[in-house]
């Protein structure tokens, strides 16, 4: 095991943070995405609204806070790479290895398909500006999911994520979040507000909070627990990276609890963005679902005019601001994994990883049952599995824990963390897992996959 902090020269050169609010907006940039805007409200909206709302805030707290310590906590110990930090935290032990390369390669998986879908969202901003949707959204939502022009945002979108981080850590990761977080957070809030001026909205507040225990089942928390760990960017060795970068004064629980509270407070904010805005078009019940958003928030677009040209052009920017600063996260682990590993430079680490992703993508940008598959249950299973092998690894293998966690801050959240990690996340993880694979294997045979299609 080796303790944090006397790791010598040879990690200097890897990068590191300028600023503690400069690793902050990196990681709450990563973990604020798509997840928020576009998964958060229609998974809860399936759930029964404000039920699904407390389970998650629930199992934020029992479960995503602890995993987040204990991935942090990692990535700051190992100051390297997933591999590189399980290979040197677990003195080499093969199986621990696996975990870091299943981390370096779900992290490419997901880029793949989520780049794609930042394509599509380049595309919206466009749409709304000149009004191109306006006449029939569903059509338009059918017609730019996939083909030459999906694939060509998808290598453009992974194009300048590449570009990014082939700049670095500071100047690149960090300059950027600390451009577009701000600017997101007052788009978000300002069209939250704005929408509640609408016609209509009141119906929206009610839907998303007004608890229908009926819906209430097994279902629930798994689809709860896969969206806390999508959306906090855990299991799959984003935060592990960005805390390979961190300073060892830092705190981790303080900072650990802002990223998280950050990120939920952007996910319940969306719900106040997107809710109100589907009860003013009066497509509250029937669009929920994987559509909520490119259907119907568009479907409000278009029927406000002029006024949804604006909203559309600053809500579908929003959004790529998220889902981008999400986008570089996702491609860092395997760029440092390279770059760590293999010595190799970090702008051809960036050029080989972009094009890697950009290759896995085409898939999903040309197929719909890729695409559904990978997007939906697919990501699920392997972030909640991800998940319950780094609570195993921080709860049983990580000398001093509670001391990493714990040093420099405010908030002592490490025994906590630590407890947790030990027995109730892998249980309760496990049986998630179990239910989804059987789930999983089930809806392929009956042919049904996500979004439908
Ligand atoms: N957390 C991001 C989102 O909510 C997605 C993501 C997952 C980013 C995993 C990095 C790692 O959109």
Redesign the pocket.
Known sequence: MVSGGALGQPENDRGAWNSRLGFILAAVG???????IWRFPFTTAEGGGAVFLVIYLVILVIVGLPVMLGELALGRRGKLNPVGTFRRLANGHPFWVGVGVLFVLT?LF?ISW?SVIGGWVLRYIWGSANGSYFADPAGYFNEIQDGPIALGLHAFVIGITALVLAIGVSKGIERVAFIMMPILFVLVVGIAIWVATLDGAGEGYSFYLSPDFSEFDTDILRSATGQAF????LG?G?ILTYASYLDDRESLSDNGTIISLADTGVAVLAGFMIFPALAVAGLLTTEAGPGALFIGLATAFAELGTVGRILGSLFFTALFFAAFT?AI??LEPSISFVRDQFKVPRVKAAILMGIIAYIGGIFAALSRTYFGIAAGDGTDIVVILGGLLISLFAGWFLMDAPEEMNRGGRLRLGHYAMWMCRIPIPVVLFTLLVLALVDYVNAIRAGEVFLGL
């Open positions: 990563s973990a604020v995405g798509l997840g928020n992290s997901i989520y999508f959306s906090l960017s799959q984003a999400s996260s996702l």
